[in-house]
């Protein structure tokens, strides 16, 4: 791509997510741009809606989790290995009791949450953090702290996971086509900036881990191939609550970003005041003027448009009553339950696709992992519990799927007070329509000398694991379930697809969905 076309391109994003919001100056050139993207848009929308509802949640943990920590291997005697809990402890430095062994980062095989064994793997054993056992906070007691409900009673995601509403994808990471370790020490075809945050995340959100030019991601693509069968063409399908991200800009579609309250609109503008109330009327008198200049037409027009589009996405939203308890003092909870409302809203808003984008940060723990893991898990188990429960209130249940993503993992060898940048981790899979209680993917069958039967040794030192599921699978699942349903799309969301998956119309890349 040209340096022109990409700044071009990159412009008009830039410009239509503040015409969205209501509130900022456009150029001349940028309201060219928008009319064009309007009207592009405008174009191509469906006569008739698709007859269902489909939805895809994507939580990003910003800095990289320690996904070794999340899922853990037990032994068990009917196992292949049955001391895969042994191994586990012995790759990440045994136990740290506060006074003996300090640096390590194994949990106590005690202290996990078992969980069922998953059926797809038969005679493994495996448990979770404890903090994934939390539920919604809806309580206090007497010194006015949260009461966490079924602390280590299997509530929060270990209840989800056995009640067959999620399941764990596990060694996941960018990849440009399937690696081993020769592969590795030859540095042939490896993601660009490989164990770099900023690379990392940007791989992962684009699908295109070979280059740093990309400008589009795989939700992005997702978006421009189904925007059509959305009915409101000034609410984009992508909402983010999170801001802007790389991962839902299109090549026509750009998220649409909201905050806890809804969509931002133009400030002070219909706020009741006396003072607002003139602003408001100066803002109307100069957008709802006839302009016979194209360029003075469109900006009117562009913004008008954007001030009326957030005022009913908001009246839409926020007037739709979530009775399933949030955690209201947790801001991911808050964010969460946003999300459900726009969901529980999706009928009203005319939209039958939608692709929502949270994050979660605090997971760059070079020292504190254990700590941090105390507190960030937790945060993690009460939003997505509620969430799931949310949408078994309003039905959506079956039409909504919400997946985890990050950086990269972090290595197994402890750095004597937390865990360094990595690559393969494991990642959470929630929804009516996953195949729940499963491991999916490839857990090595020993973290002291992971083996693949595949790709050999995975262990780049201080167990860096090579990924042997590539995040273009996981993806290609998930655009499938969505309504991709040939191998041109496919590969048009995903450029690396083929490296990893043929197309067949049948076979799911991993088998993670129903």
Same mark, same amino acid.
């Given at each position: 791509?040209?340096?022109?076309?990409?700044?071009?391109?990159?412009?008009?994003?830039?410009?239509?997510?503040?015409?969205?919001?209501?509130?900022?100056?456009?150029?001349?050139?940028?309201?060219?741009?928008?009319?064009?993207?309007?009207?592009?848009?405008?174009?191509?929308?469906?006569?008739?809606?698709?007859?269902?509802?489909k939805a895809l949640v994507c939580l990003f943990l910003f800095g990289g989790n320690d996904a070794f920590n999340m899922l853990v291997p037990r032994n068990n005697a009917s196992s292949v290995n049955p001391a895969e809990y042994d191994d586990y402890a012995a790759s990440r430095g045994g136990y740290d009791d506060g006074t003996n062994n300090p640096g390590g980062?194994?949990?106590?095989?005690?202290?996990?949450?078992?969980?069922?064994?998953?059926?797809?793997?038969?005679?493994?054993?495996?448990?979770?953090?404890?903090?994934?056992?939390?539920?919604?906070?809806?309580?206090?007691?007497?010194?006015?702290?949260?009461?966490?409900?079924?602390?280590?009673?299997?509530?929060?995601?270990?209840?989800?996971?056995?009640?067959?509403?999620?399941?764990?994808?596990?060694?996941?990471?960018?990849?440009?086509?399937?690696?081993?370790?020769?592969?590795?020490?030859?540095?042939?075809?490896?993601?660009?900036?490989?164990?770099?945050?900023?690379?990392?995340?940007?791989?992962?959100?684009?699908?295109?881990?070979?280059?740093?030019?990309?400008?589009?991601?795989?939700?992005?693509?997702?978006?421009?191939?189904f925007n059509a069968t959305n009915l409101n063409p000034q609410v984009s399908m992508n909402i983010s609550i999170n801001g802007v991200n790389i991962f839902q800009n299109g090549g026509a579609v750009v998220p649409y970003t909201i905050g806890e309250g809804g969509a931002t609109q133009v400030s002070n503008y219909n706020t009741g005041n006396l003072q607002n109330?003139?602003?408001?009327?100066?803002?109307?008198?100069?957008?709802?003027?006839?302009?016979?200049?194209?360029?003075?037409?469109?900006?009117?027009?562009?913004?008008?448009?954007?001030?009326? $589009? =957030?005022? /009913?996405?908001?009246?839409?939203? !926020?007037? +739709? @009553?979530?009775? %399933?308890?949030? *955690?209201?003092?947790?801001? &991911?909870?808050?964010?969460?339950?946003?999300?459900?409302?726009?969901?529980?809203?999706?009928?009203?808003?005319?939209?039958?696709?939608?692709?929502?984008?949270?994050?979660?940060?605090?997971?760059?723990?070079?020292?504190?992992?254990?700590?941090?893991?105390?507190?960030?898990?937790?945060?993690?188990?009460?939003?997505?519990?509620?969430?799931? $429960? =949310?949408? /078994?209130?309003?039905?959506?249940? !079956?039409? +909504? @799927?919400?997946? %985890?993503?990050? *950086?990269?993992?972090?290595? &197994?060898?402890?750095?004597?007070?937390?865990?360094?940048?990595?690559?393969?981790?494991?990642?959470?899979?929630?929804?009516g329509s996953v195949d729940g209680g499963k491991v999916f993917g490839d857990f090595p069958m020993s973290l002291s000398s992971p083996q693949d039967p595949t790709y050999g040794n995975l262990d780049l030192g201080r167990g860096r694991l090579i990924p042997t599921t590539s995040v273009d699978e996981m993806a290609a699942e998930l655009a499938m379930w969505f309504?991709?349903?040939?191998?041109?799309?496919?590969?048009?969301?995903?450029?690396?697809?083929?490296?990893?998956?043929?197309?067949?119309?049948?076979?799911?890349?991993?088998?993670?969905?129903?």
């Amino acid at each position: 791509m040209s340096k022109s076309m990409s700044e071009s391109q990159a412009s008009r994003r830039s410009i239509l997510k503040a015409a969205a919001a209501g509130c900022g100056m456009m150029t001349h050139t940028s309201v060219m741009s928008t009319l064009l993207n309007l009207q592009l848009t405008k174009a191509v929308v469906a006569d008739t809606p698709p007859s269902d509802y489909k939805a895809l949640v994507c939580l990003f943990l910003f800095g990289g989790n320690d996904a070794f920590n999340m899922l853990v291997p037990r032994n068990n005697a009917s196992s292949v290995n049955p001391a895969e809990y042994d191994d586990y402890a012995a790759s990440r430095g045994g136990y740290d009791d506060g006074t003996n062994n300090p640096g390590g980062l194994a949990l106590l095989e005690s202290d996990l949450l078992p969980i069922n064994d998953p059926s797809n793997l038969s005679g493994r054993s495996f448990g979770i953090h404890h903090g994934f056992g939390h539920e919604a906070r809806t309580e206090r007691d007497s010194n006015n702290d949260w009461i966490d409900n079924d602390l280590g009673l299997g509530g929060g995601i270990a209840k989800l996971y056995n009640a067959g509403k999620l399941s764990f994808l596990a060694n996941v990471g960018s990849l440009v086509e399937p690696t081993t370790r020769t592969d590795y020490n030859n540095r042939s075809n490896l993601p660009l900036g490989l164990f770099s945050h900023a690379d990392l995340q940007r791989h992962w959100m684009t699908g295109a881990p070979q280059t740093r030019s990309q400008i589009t991601g795989w939700g992005g693509r997702l978006a421009d191939l189904f925007n059509a069968t959305n009915l409101n063409p000034q609410v984009s399908m992508n909402i983010s609550i999170n801001g802007v991200n790389i991962f839902q800009n299109g090549g026509a579609v750009v998220p649409y970003t909201i905050g806890e309250g809804g969509a931002t609109q133009v400030s002070n503008y219909n706020t009741g005041n006396l003072q607002n109330r003139i602003f408001s009327k100066y803002v109307d008198n100069i957008l709802d003027q006839t302009y016979s200049d194209l360029l003075e037409k469109s900006f009117a027009e562009s913004h008008r448009g954007a001030i009326d $589009a =957030a005022i /009913e996405f908001n009246r839409q939203v !926020n007037s +739709v @009553v979530i009775n %399933t308890p949030f *955690d209201q003092g947790d801001s &991911l909870s808050r964010r969460m339950k946003k999300i459900a409302q726009v969901v529980a809203a999706h009928s009203a808003l005319q939209q039958s696709r939608q692709v929502f984008f949270v994050s979660l940060g605090g997971f760059d723990n070079h020292s504190g992992l254990l700590p941090a893991q105390e507190r960030l898990l937790p945060q993690i188990s009460r939003a997505l519990s509620s969430f799931y $429960a =949310a949408m /078994e209130e309003i039905g959506c249940q !079956n039409d +909504v @799927v919400t997946f %985890t993503a990050s *950086d990269f993992a972090r290595t &197994l060898g402890t750095n004597g007070q937390g865990s360094d940048h990595a690559w393969g981790a494991n990642h959470l899979i929630m929804g009516g329509s996953v195949d729940g209680g499963k491991v999916f993917g490839d857990f090595p069958m020993s973290l002291s000398s992971p083996q693949d039967p595949t790709y050999g040794n995975l262990d780049l030192g201080r167990g860096r694991l090579i990924p042997t599921t590539s995040v273009d699978e996981m993806a290609a699942e998930l655009a499938m379930w969505f309504g991709v349903d040939n191998a041109t799309d496919l590969k048009t969301i995903l450029p690396n697809i083929e490296s990893f998956y043929s197309y067949s119309g049948g076979q799911a890349p991993v088998g993670f969905l129903m």
